[in-house]
């Protein structure tokens, strides 16, 4: 998974994407770079201490490291990109990484470049990393989830965002964590902190893009849940992070894209949440691209892959 991503970003960093096709009449604006991380507008997510903080250790760094691979993230920030014309559209986007990194490139600041040139107001989610010590690990990037998405919607109308069209975008391991919002927005994983909590953590609509969702073999990616659930993690522990459990007739509609020749996470994930949703009555609008391989972000070029922001944008209009 690693190096499928790590390919991917270097020809992120080393050119300038091709903005996707969007409806006729949208402005893209100049592509952000990753040099510009963290973006226009950084929020903090915790007013003071953040929950779980005894247990937290700052991780070895090496000298190769990418440097859009965030890691030692001890005070988690939405990092906020508002689009020149706004419609009132936000998303709060969870970039992927296997729980181990945050990759902020092709999973958050091209989609921020992307979607700003569609109205959409985008906030990319540094969350911290559960391996890194804090308390409550199985929990800790739902925490930072819940805690955004509420800030979000209390932040609203100074973000130009209308209350009830906040979705969130989730890639790979942060699909899990976008799935894992969608299922368990109301899970009391954390002791409210200021009126912020007070305010509704459910999302609008969900965009699962090559998810990791279920944490059982043979399908799940190994490295998501081991590094999310601690090794070795009970049979209970699994099946209560394993997002296609948990869908209820609640759950928001859901957008699923994934590659079928994904060889990091397998597309039956994709197939088991869209089933789970189906079964509960959600909505779901699910795309199988032939190809498009791991980490294709806003679409790898030549491939079927491309296609998924527009489809995206005209869905979540609905």
């Given at each position: 998974?690693a190096?499928?991503?790590?390919?991917?970003?270097q020809?992120v960093?080393?050119?300038?994407?091709a903005?996707?096709?969007?409806p006729?009449?949208a402005?893209?604006?100049?592509?952000?770079?990753?040099?510009?991380?963290?973006?226009?507008c950084v929020?903090?997510?915790?007013?003071?201490?953040?929950?779980?903080?005894?247990?937290?250790?700052?991780?070895p760094?090496r000298?190769?490291?990418?440097?859009?691979?965030?890691?030692?993230?001890a005070?988690?920030?939405?990092?906020?990109?508002?689009?020149?014309?706004?419609?009132?559209?936000?998303?709060?986007?969870?970039p992927?990484?296997?729980?181990?990194?945050?990759?902020i490139?092709?999973?958050?600041?091209e989609?921020a470049?992307?979607?700003n040139a569609?109205?959409i107001?985008v906030?990319?989610?540094a969350?911290?990393?559960p391996?890194e010590?804090?308390?409550?690990?199985s929990?800790?990037p739902?925490?930072?989830?819940q805690?955004?998405?509420r800030?979000?919607?209390?932040?609203a109308?100074?973000?130009g965002v209308?209350?009830?069209?906040i979705?969130v975008?989730?890639?790979?391991?942060?699909?899990?964590?976008a799935?894992?919002l969608?299922?368990?927005w109301?899970?009391p994983?954390?002791?409210a902190?200021?009126?912020?909590?007070?305010v509704s953590?459910?999302?609008?609509?969900?965009?699962?893009?090559?998810?990791?969702?279920?944490?059982?073999?043979?399908?799940t990616?190994?490295?998501?849940?081991?590094q999310?659930?601690?090794v070795?993690?009970?049979?209970?522990?699994?099946?209560?992070r394993?997002p296609?459990e948990h869908?209820?007739?609640?759950?928001?509609?859901?957008?699923?894209?994934?590659?079928?020749?994904?060889?990091?996470?397998p597309i039956?994930?994709a197939?088991r949440m869209?089933a789970?949703l189906?079964?509960?009555?959600?909505?779901?609008?699910?795309?199988?691209?032939?190809?498009g391989e791991?980490?294709f972000?806003?679409?790898r070029?030549?491939t079927?892959?491309?296609?998924?922001?527009?489809?995206?944008?005209a869905?979540s209009?609905?």
């Amino acid at each position: 998974m690693a190096m499928d991503r790590r390919q991917w970003l270097q020809g992120v960093l080393a050119m300038t994407v091709a903005p996707v096709s969007l409806p006729a009449g949208a402005q893209t604006p100049s592509a952000p770079a990753v040099a510009g991380w963290p973006g226009p507008c950084v929020v903090p997510l915790w007013p003071d201490a953040v929950p779980g903080h005894e247990g937290y250790r700052d991780p070895p760094r090496r000298a190769d490291e990418p440097p859009a691979f965030l890691r030692g993230i001890a005070s988690p920030t939405l990092h906020v990109y508002r689009p020149a014309q706004p419609d009132g559209r936000a998303v709060l986007v969870c970039p992927g990484g296997a729980y181990r990194f945050v990759s902020i490139a092709n999973e958050g600041v091209e989609v921020a470049r992307a979607f700003n040139a569609a109205g959409i107001t985008v906030c990319v989610l540094a969350y911290r990393l559960p391996g890194e010590g804090w308390l409550q690990r199985s929990d800790v990037p739902l925490q930072d989830a819940q805690r955004a998405l509420r800030l979000i919607r209390h932040r609203a109308a100074d973000w130009g965002v209308r209350r009830d069209a906040i979705g969130v975008m989730g890639f790979s391991a942060g699909g899990h964590l976008a799935a894992t919002l969608a299922t368990a927005w109301d899970e009391p994983v954390y002791a409210a902190v200021d009126v912020i909590d007070e305010v509704s953590a459910r999302p609008d609509h969900a965009a699962l893009l090559y998810p990791v969702i279920t944490l059982t073999t043979p399908y799940t990616h190994a490295e998501s849940r081991d590094q999310l659930l601690g090794v070795p993690a009970s049979e209970a522990l699994i099946h209560h992070r394993s997002p296609d459990e948990h869908v209820q007739p609640d759950t928001p509609r859901c957008f699923i894209a994934h590659a079928a020749d994904d060889g990091a996470v397998p597309i039956e994930n994709a197939e088991r949440m869209t089933a789970a949703l189906r079964r509960a009555g959600v909505g779901v609008e699910y795309h199988a691209f032939e190809h498009g391989e791991h980490a294709f972000g806003v679409g790898r070029p030549g491939t079927p892959s491309a296609a998924w922001p527009a489809l995206y944008d005209a869905w979540s209009r609905g």
